[in-house]
């Protein structure tokens, strides 16, 4: 898919890493970006920044009135970028209650599928076009440091892989970013060694233009990929030392 003239929509837009998808799609010439927000307030910066091509939508990805209405209001869509995501660094087991596991699952999962439903047809009206859903390598294998949050994750995944099959048909690349810690949001309370956010978007982009499905930004998620190739239980027990509240 070509940037040059393409119509952006990056969901969570005033986070750490949307203001870089933002950013990086503004470079590479993309004519509109739909900023999506929860508080309009919030996206100011990125308009004042941005006029040109910044357009600031209210939209909370887990209200399906408001999904519904951002699709009927954005329909010239051509990209949409599904990165709004919480993470609330608690233990399967050691977590109080199921709260946050559950709002984890109702935005990183059901938000961003509903997105993916509401989305479809418009991208289909506009020729195909692309789908990037903001995983993590968290959701390849479990760190119980934020487990509840990988399980989120493993959802957001296999979602991804069942609606690239289902548009395919229709011309819709559908690409899974799965970095592991970024440098920046809910990467900030991590330990080293940590990706910097304009390595992950960069790569995510060149995944749309070059049609790349699985994309792996820094060297700690390659390793990890690959580590999962030739010893998937290796890395799982190495990750089972970073249990809930150890860093
Ligand atoms: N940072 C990392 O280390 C890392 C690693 C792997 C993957 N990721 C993924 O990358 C994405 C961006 O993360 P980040 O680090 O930039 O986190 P962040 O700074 O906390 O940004 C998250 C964004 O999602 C928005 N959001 C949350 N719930 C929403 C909802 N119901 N509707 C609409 N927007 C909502 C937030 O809006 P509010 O400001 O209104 O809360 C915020 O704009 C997430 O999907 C995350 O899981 C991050």
């Keep these: 898919m070509d940037l040059a003239g393409a119509i952006a929509l990056v969901t969570g837009a005033n986070g750490g890493l949307g203001q870089h998808y933002v950013e990086a799609l503004r470079s590479r010439g993309v004519a509109k970006i739909y900023a999506g927000a929860r508080n309009l307030k919030a996206l100011e910066p990125l308009v004042t920044d941005h006029p040109d091509v910044v357009v600031p939508i209210a939209l909370d990805i887990t209200n399906e009135q408001s999904v519904n209405e951002a699709a009927a209001n954005c329909q010239d869509v051509t990209l949409l970028i ?3 995501g919480v993470g609330f660094n608690e ?5 109080s209650d ?3 596991a559950r709002m984890e699952m109702e935005v990183n ?6 997105m993916c439903r509401a989305f479809a047809p418009v991208l289909k009206q506009n020729g195909g076009g692309a789908i990037v859903n903001m ?4 959701g390849r294998v479990n760190l119980p440091f934020n487990g509840s949050y990988g399980a989120s994750k493993a959802a957001t995944l296999s979602l991804t892989q069942g609606v690239r099959a289902e548009l395919a048909a229709q011309g819709t690349q559908v690409i899974a970013v799965l970095p592991a810690t970024i440098n920046i949001g809910m990467g900030k309370a991590y330990p080293e060694p940590k990706v910097s956010p304009e ?14 499905e699985d994309v792996y930004p820094g060297e700690q998620a390659k390793q990890m ?3 999962l190739l030739t010893d998937p239980k290796g890395l799982e027990k190495a990750l089972a030392t970073m249990l809930p509240g150890s860093f």
Excluded: C, K, P, R
């Design 98 to 100: 199921l709260a946050h």
């Design 91 to 95: 233990g399967l087991i050691a977590a």
């Design 82 to 84: 599904n990165n709004a």
């Design 199 to 212: 390595e992950v978007v960069s790569d995510a982009l060149d995944a749309v233009v070059q049609g790349i």
């Design 225 to 227: 990929a690959a580590q």
């Design 135 to 138: 995983g993590s390598m968290v």
């Design 109 to 114: 999962y059901f938000g961003t599928l509903m």
